[in-house]
């Protein structure tokens, strides 16, 4: 048979003396409330600093004939560097040009508008999607393992841009 206890004015000294229980038998770290702020504040802060780094857009014409349509970002969160060069490739899509800084391996993975695509980066960090439909889009660097001596790189995400 199991008693119940209806929380009301009467319980105060009960749960008075559980709280003190629990607070010296587990008691909360010092440290924690502010740990806490710290993580929640610095969740995105990798996606913000990328953001903020956008380093180029340009759409200026390239040489003096040049009628080109090209553009050139650069997305960096301070340890990797995603550089496009983004050109049209015919009826209305793009090519992407890409190289990551530093050079290494890696899957990259843009999303256009729900469609996705994948590409491996050379072992120079070059990378190519060469027919990409127009639309918002946002690329992800998957992260690198070694299986010997585990993680070697994070993962990284680009803001969403325009095609």
């Known amino acids: 048979m199991t008693t119940r206890i209806a929380p009301s004015d009467d319980n105060r000294d009960l749960y008075a ?3 003190g229980m629990w607070s010296r038998l587990d008691p909360m770290p010092e440290d924690l409330v502010d740990d806490i702020l710290v993580r929640l ?10 953001l903020l780094t956008l380093v180029e857009h340009s759409e200026e014409l390239v040489g003096t004939r040049s009628l080109s349509e ?3 970002l650069e ?7 995603i550089l496009l060069r983004v050109s049209p490739s015919g009826s209305g899509t793009r090519r992407i040009d890409g190289w990551l800084a530093p050079a290494s391996t890696g899957t990259l993975r843009i999303v256009v508008d729900g469609d996705e695509h994948s590409i491996e980066a050379s072992p120079e960090g070059r990378f190519v999607f060469p027919d990409v439909a127009l639309g918002r889009a946002r690329m992800w660097l998957d ?8 993680p070697v790189r994070r993962g990284f995400t680009t803001p969403e841009f325009e095609l």
Not at 41 to 50: F, I, K, P, V
Not at 75 to 81: K, M, R
């Open 17 to 19: 003396r559980l709280r």
């Open 41 to 50: 504040a610095t969740e995105n802060l990798g996606d913000e600093y990328a």
């Open 70 to 72: 090209s553009r050139t």
């Open 75 to 81: 997305f960096t969160d301070g340890a990797i560097t």
């Open 143 to 150: 992260p690198q393992s070694d299986e010997e001596s585990g």
